[in-house]
């Protein structure tokens, strides 16, 4: 179930946020004791943020955001991003909750690309990005690994 962040939700953030896990093909994780000082009571609180909840209880979060990236393909376009606690990985979760933000956007922004970035060592990401139909535009490296930016194309209107 997708949903927006609330309180109840901020330890499960900084669980996300502090993993090493989650972080391996990000850059890694936050110190835990910064964002136990910095994150606020809400957490990502705004269009677009979703909490991904299983039985009421956060276990991860997909975003959908306009790409601050300066590459050409990805400048100014939706990107899509998502976070899920290690011990709900492998169960479709991400699947199911990607392909349903996309559907909200889809709903909310008529026709609009988005891009998707991931490394290619992360072969978990790389699967779902193609069952969610992003098709490479470029590879390219940063943060000291190779990087994969797809595109999904604007769903056609039904009318």
Known sequence: MLRAAEARDRAAF???????????????????????????????????????????????????????SHRPAAAGRVDLGYLFLPWAWGFGYAAEACAAALEWLDHVLPGEPVVLATQTANLASMRLAAKLGFTEVERFRAWDAEQWLGLRSPVASSG
Request: net charge negative.
């Open 14 to 68: 900084v669980e996300l946020l502090a993993s090493p896990e989650v972080h391996t093909h990000l850059g890694g994780p936050r110190p835990r004791d910064v964002l136990d000082r910095e994150l606020p009571d809400v957490p990502e609180r705004w269009p677009g943020s979703f909490v991904v909840a299983l039985d009421g209880a956060m276990i991860g979060q997909v975003l959908l955001r306009r790409s601050l």
